[in-house]
């Protein structure tokens, strides 16, 4: 199978670096990158780099480097087949078959031969849209006098545009084509031609003058203009007709047999490019009122619109660290002059999931912005609801609607790249966002309407990764936002409450084990899974590495629910785990769940239950007593207990300093985010 190397490029350049090498060896975020222990070499201090934005890997210690494909090769021991098919899967980029089907980048070069030419466009003069009318049914012809130079090829115009136009370039030329064209070099030939027309017709570039853009922008992303009339291109490129439709550059007309057309005409272009650089089709807006304003190419053997995001290739170039995602091609164009890098623009109405996940693999932290309409709107929920499935723990979707109905374009111009860049950076949080929608279609001081929120929110947070901890707060926070709503007075607790301490005969571990019974889903996640990865525990010896090496000394193990030296919270865990799932049904009352795992406990676990339940139950009834937040409070008092106790029995000073960085790590984060949460929860 012979795979072109424009493909190879593309399936490196789209493939799951840090996912294909995570399998391998654990990979945590370091900045813009991705550390961990090299695969290739046994290491125990993390030397090896993984880039998403390139798509390389670097081992300081051993050199192991490459992409995608050299990994599976030198890894997995994969040959370069079974690489570029594992990449494909990956990908969804599909393989070229067979011979045949390697041809679809190519198409047979004829010379189309007519008796009219069409008019050529005139670079002096202004045109007369009311007064234009164009039947294509019947031929047009042009005055020789008129012909513009780019047709005659006269030297002197052509090198007075170098910038924008190769003087060698010369389509029309009576010499004998070859057999085959190449679909890549032709829509690059297209292009030229269209950076020509722009830079020949006055009031076409006036139209991006008018927007504010400068001639280096014009540049930068190769902007063009498609001429009035109906048959340019099959004039300026008479071999490469076949091409041009493949490209819907150039379509069959429905009236006459035997006639086509222009696709894109009196209209500003934009190549779009993919992440090579290479065009791969046009989009071109209208001029005066005609519509639809803006008009694609069509979908070909190089463009696929799923793939491609307007804009990408030139925020890598820039080595964009934050990335924007916008409606409009003018509003990517206005945010790059602006100094404001990283902002695309899908190519429908909404990116699809790979396009997000490709952009969360750049930067975690990726906003949206999209008008503040109803159908902008609809469509940051319908973008929302794509991303959803690879919101991944540690990534984050923020949402930017700019006021007064602006655009990232009119913003600019109205207020400055300081003010875009403030609204940027204010842009809301996901839970805000979503509270907002809510609120704007629900009349949540109503119960029904309430439910109706809840069971839209339910709906969202179930397209979330399984066994997302963003699932759980999501539903957490806005319900309790919901329920405060007429309540106020309930919400008076003091905000020092939040240090938990016990002021009754339950301790710590007894109420962590009533809560699991009275709602057994805090299990799911795992809580203290979430809690120690959370506050990068996991993570706190890390410097001392090298002292442990000299030492000889294992990592102790992170603390586990066994860890808590407590019969009855493991045998209520271990219960839990045993229940089938629709005893453990939000359906089920909480009444009826209670009794199915108390009968399924020891005596003397029952009678711990039994003995405190009556208490804990009227304790439950305060509005923050079933609160995510508040359980995971008492079970982080529990935790640094636990830490606590282990750094004191520790013999050796470095494993004591281990626990006590532990230990530290966990109060820093409850302190930041669990402390923080339950505040804002307490004082609201």
């Not at 924007?324 to 002059?337: S, T």
């Not at 013999?651 to 006590?660: A, Q, T």
């Amino acid at each position: 199978m012979q795979i072109p190397e424009s493909l190879i490029e593309q399936l490196n350049a789209e493939a799951d670096l840090v996912e294909i090498i995570g399998k391998h060896t654990t990979l945590k975020p370091a900045g813009r990158e991705f550390k961990g222990c090299c695969p290739f070499h046994g290491e125990k201090t993390p030397s090896f780099y993984v880039n998403p934005q390139t798509n390389l890997y670097y081992c300081f210690g051993c050199h192991a480097k490459g992409n995608a494909i050299t990994f599976l090769k030198e890894f997995e021991r994969m040959n370069f087949i079974e690489s570029v098919k594992y990449l494909s899967e990956q990908t969804g980029i599909e393989l070229p078959k067979d011979t045949a089907d390697q041809q679809k980048f190519k198409y047979k070069k004829t010379i189309k031969t007519q008796g009219a030419k069409p008019i050529a466009p005139q670079p002096n003069l202004q045109p007369q849209h009311s007064e234009l009318t164009v039947d294509d049914t019947k031929p047009t012809y042009f005055d020789q006098s008129h012909h513009l130079s780019f047709y005659d090829h006269d030297a002197g115009v052509i090198d007075q545009t170098d910038d924008y136009f190769d003087g060698t370039f010369d389509p029309s030329a009576k010499t004998q084509p070859e057999s085959q064209g190449d679909l890549y070099s032709l829509l690059e030939q297209v292009h030229r031609y269209y950076q020509f027309m722009l830079h020949s017709i006055p009031f076409a570039k006036q139209y991006f003058l008018d927007r504010g853009l400068s001639d280096e922008t014009i540049e930068t992303f190769g902007l063009g203009y498609a001429p009035e009339g109906w048959q340019h291109l099959e004039q300026v490129f008479p071999h490469d007709i076949e091409g041009l439709k493949i490209l819907g550059l150039v379509r069959d007309s429905t009236k006459t047999a035997g006639r086509s057309f222009d696709l894109l005409r009196h209209r500003v272009i934009f190549p779009i490019k993919d992440t090579q650089g290479r065009v791969v089709g046009f989009a071109g807006r209208s001029l005066d009122d005609e519509l639809p304003k803006y008009i694609n190419s069509s979908e070909s053997p190089v463009f696929q619109k799923q793939h491609i995001l307007y804009g990408l290739y030139e925020a890598r170039q820039q080595k964009a660290r934050d990335y924007l995602m916008v409606e409009g091609y003018m509003d990517v164009i206005a945010l790059y002059q602006a100094g404001i890098y990283g902002a695309v623009a899908p190519m429908g109405t909404a990116a699809n999931e790979k396009q997000i996940d490709r952009l969360l693999r750049y930067n975690h932290k990726l906003t949206l912005c999209f008008d503040g309409d109803s159908a902008g709107q609809k469509a940051a929920w319908r973008t929302l609801e794509i991303a959803a499935p690879v919101l991944h723990d540690g990534r984050e979707l923020r949402f930017l609607t700019l006021a007064d109905g602006h655009d990232p374009d009119t913003f600019i111009k109205a207020h400055g790249t300081a003010a875009m860049q403030t609204a940027i950076d204010g842009a809301v949080s996901l839970s805000d966002y979503l509270y907002g929608v809510l609120s704007s279609q629900f009349d949540l001081t109503r119960p029904e309407q309430k439910a109706q929120a809840m069971a839209t929110l339910r709906a969202l947070t179930e397209l979330l990764p399984k066994g997302s901890s963003l699932r759980w707060w999501l539903n957490s926070d806005i319900y309790q936002k919901l329920k405060a709503i007429g309540k106020d007075g309930r919400f008076t607790a003091r905000v020092d409450t939040i240090n938990y301490n016990s002021t009754n005969d339950i301790d710590a571990i007894t109420e962590i084990a009533l809560s699991i019974v009275h709602t057994p889903s805090l299990l799911t996640p795992d809580p203290l899974a979430y809690i120690i990865d959370s506050s990068q525990m996991q993570s706190a010896h890390e410097p001392l590495l090298a002292h442990m090496q000299r030492q000889d000394l294992a990592l102790p193990d992170l603390p586990t629910w066994a860890s808590f030296d407590s019969p009855l919270l493991n045998e209520v865990i271990a219960i839990i785990k045993q229940l089938p799932e629709d005893v453990l049904s939000d359906d089920i009352s909480p009444y009826a769940r209670t009794h199915f795992i108390s009968a399924a406990l020891s005596h003397d676990a029952g009678q711990q239950i039994q003995q405190h339940w009556k208490h804990f139950q009227s304790k439950s009834q305060h509005p923050i007593a079933d609160q995510l937040p508040m359980f995971l409070e008492l079970l982080s008092v529990a935790l640094k207990e636990v830490l606590n106790k282990q750094q004191i029995a520790s013999k050796n000073l470095l494993l004591s300093e281990i626990y006590k960085r532990r230990l530290q790590a966990l109060i820093n984060w409850d302190n930041a985010h669990n402390k923080a949460k339950l505040a804002e929860m307490l004082v609201h």
